[in-house]
């Protein structure tokens, strides 16, 4: 499958097998004005060999020769994920991009403040920037906007570090904390919120290490993995999870837990663990 943003300038060319197109359902995702050069190359999943079997070999694809069941044929690659491609992205001359690659937007980075306060740090200028907004029930809401037109694309891309938002936040002094990004990865450290936990990603992975949340933790990744360890035992969350084109360790339904876990993965696997 292919999804590519408004303005681009390239020539394309795909190749894919049946199996990539039937079985697996690659995605190679393209945002806008981005600028892809002759010769560039995108390999899919398919392309690749299992390195998890005894052998490289494919025998899942001659499942018929090997007598092996059809709809296991894609055990005979690993899969890595999707192709993610974001925003104003200049893509070289013969370049090759493999499965899993994530060239992204804005990537969140969570951790803890050292002085009880709130601390954002940000890039912004004038045609870049974030709306940041405090409501009257203190929610802190920060949205990025931009006045970019297309010659506002032409230029020297900024840095890694202008791409991302460090976000510093005081342990179990906030009711709720709600984060969602777009082709980009949110990762937090040991954090815990007196309430509610809201991830979400599209285009990105969720990472967390000892997360502890005092109500409900809720995760959404779309293209992308959700891995982490949760504060607290297996016992005390009753659990919904969905998963599709992925692995998932945790069950579909559990009920009888003082705690919610809702988590939700497409095109992308869900590992959790439980520190108790």
Not at 192 to 213: M, T
Not at 238 to 263: C, F, Y
């Amino acid at each position: 499958m292919l999804l590519i943003g408004s303005v681009m300038f390239c020539r394309l060319r795909m190749y894919l097998s049946e199996s990539t197109i039937i079985l697996y359902q690659d995605k190679l995702i393209i945002g806008k004005f981005c600028s892809i050069a002759c010769g560039a190359k995108f390999l899919f999943n398919s392309a690749n060999h299992t390195l998890t079997s005894l052998s490289t070999y494919t025998f899942p694809l001659f499942f018929e020769e090997w007598e092996l069941e059809k709809a296991k044929v894609t055990d005979a690659w690993d899969n890595k994920g999707n192709i993610v491609i974001g925003n104003d992205v200049w893509i070289g001359y013969e370049a090759v991009i493999l499965s899993g690659v994530t060239i992204g937007d804005r990537e969140i980075e969570v951790s803890l403040s050292e002085d009880e306060q709130v601390h954002i740090q940000y890039y912004e200028n004038s045609k870049e920037y974030y709306d940041i907004s405090v409501s009257d029930e203190n929610v802190l809401t920060m949205t990025s906007a931009s006045d970019k037109g297309w010659t506002d694309f032409i230029g020297v891309k900024p840095s890694d570090d202008n791409r991302k938002i460090l976000l510093q936040i005081p342990d179990g002094l906030l009711e709720n904390l709600t984060l969602s990004t777009t082709n980009e990865n949110i990762t937090l450290s040991t954090l815990a919120v007196a309430g509610n936990i809201n991830l979400s990603s599209n285009g990105g992975n969720i990472a967390f290490e000892n997360l502890d949340a005092g109500s409900a933790l809720t995760l959404n990744a779309k293209n992308g993995n959700i891995s982490g360890t949760i504060a607290g035992s297996y016992d005390d969350f009753s659990i919904q999870s969905s998963i599709k084109k992925g692995e998932s360790n945790l069950p579909d339904n559990k009920e009888d837990g003082e705690k919610t876990l809702d988590v939700t993965g497409n095109n992308g696997d869900i590992h959790i663990e439980f520190t108790a």
